[in-house]
């Protein structure tokens, strides 16, 4: 098999892996781009023994641990006071262990082989990247979801995560009604809706009014990952994991505070 042949189904995801550590796709996709110029230049090598996809995630790592780990934020992410002390309190390798087995679904086993370090080391990662990221991050959150039981899943989710569900919307009309009447900080949406709607657009009808982060939630990740237009920063793939919500929800709060919670948070104190 060739190069391409066994890289091509692990590129899109190792792209929302980068979208997702540097909290921008502008950011993530660069990092990807460079490596895999390095890798037809033939400055970097794939691990023959390792199966490619781990293997082309720790060649990842090789570039970022030299060039992205130091950077306060990604260019085209906003920066704001808020956001750099959430990345000085959560470090690095904390970050990346936490996405490599939440999100990427590496064992911790494998994400200690691809960040060069002890399976304990990673587990004690995970759990301090927890623990940064949950302690001012409440908001409120859209659910834009038509199957009622992943609805109340992803529901009780928010909510053991700390958060308040602003509401649960069925189609893209209902969600931009309720997105305007409840204002929310961070979106959760299926992609096709009840009545064929589709959650892309309810997304981009409400960001037109808000500044606030999504969260796409797809059986088919691969039909958005196709490099072809812009493509959402957070997304993930169906059936999902708890964890892995519990984690993206975090990241996607990490990076972007919307003004709404930044005010709440301000009058609370």
Not at 103 to 127: K, N, R, Y
Request: proline fraction near 7%; aromatic fraction near 6%.
């Amino acid at each position: 098999m060739s190069l391409t042949a066994a890289l091509t189904p692990h590129l899109p995801y190792l792209r929302r892996y980068a979208r997702a550590l540097t909290g921008s796709q502008t950011s993530g996709d660069a990092y990807v781009r460079a490596l895999l110029e390095a890798m037809l230049e033939g400055n970097v090598k794939l691990d023959e023994e390792v199966p490619p996809r781990p293997a082309l995630y720790r060649l990842f790592h090789s570039l970022w641990s030299t060039a992205g780990r130091n950077l306060p934020s990604a260019p085209d992410a906003p920066v704001t006071t808020a956001v750099e002390g959430r990345l000085q309190k959560l470090k690095p390798d904390n970050r990346e262990a936490l996405l490599l087995t939440t999100v990427e679904g590496f064992t911790p086993l494998e994400a200690a082989a691809i960040l060069d370090c002890t399976e304990p080391e990673v587990e004690l990662a995970v759990s301090a990247a927890m623990q940064a990221i949950d302690g001012d991050l409440a908001s409120r959150v859209l659910i834009i979801e038509d199957e009622t039981i992943i609805a109340l899943d992803l529901e009780s989710l928010v909510q053991e995560t700390g958060h308040q569900v602003a509401g649960i919307a069925t189609t893209r009309d209902e969600a931009v009604r309720m997105a305007r009447k409840c204002k929310p900080d961070l979106i959760l949406t299926d992609i096709q809706l009840a009545d064929d709607s589709s959650g892309i657009d309810a997304a981009a009808a409400i960001l037109r009014d808000f500044d606030i982060p999504v969260i796409f939630i797809t059986a088919y990740p691969e039909l958005l990952l196709t490099g072809q237009r812009p493509e959402p920063t957070y997304l993930i793939s169906k059936p999902f994991s708890r964890d892995t919500v519990k984690a993206t929800i975090g990241q996607a709060l990490f990076f972007h505070e919307p003004s709404g919670r930044a005010l709440r948070r301000h009058a609370a104190t």
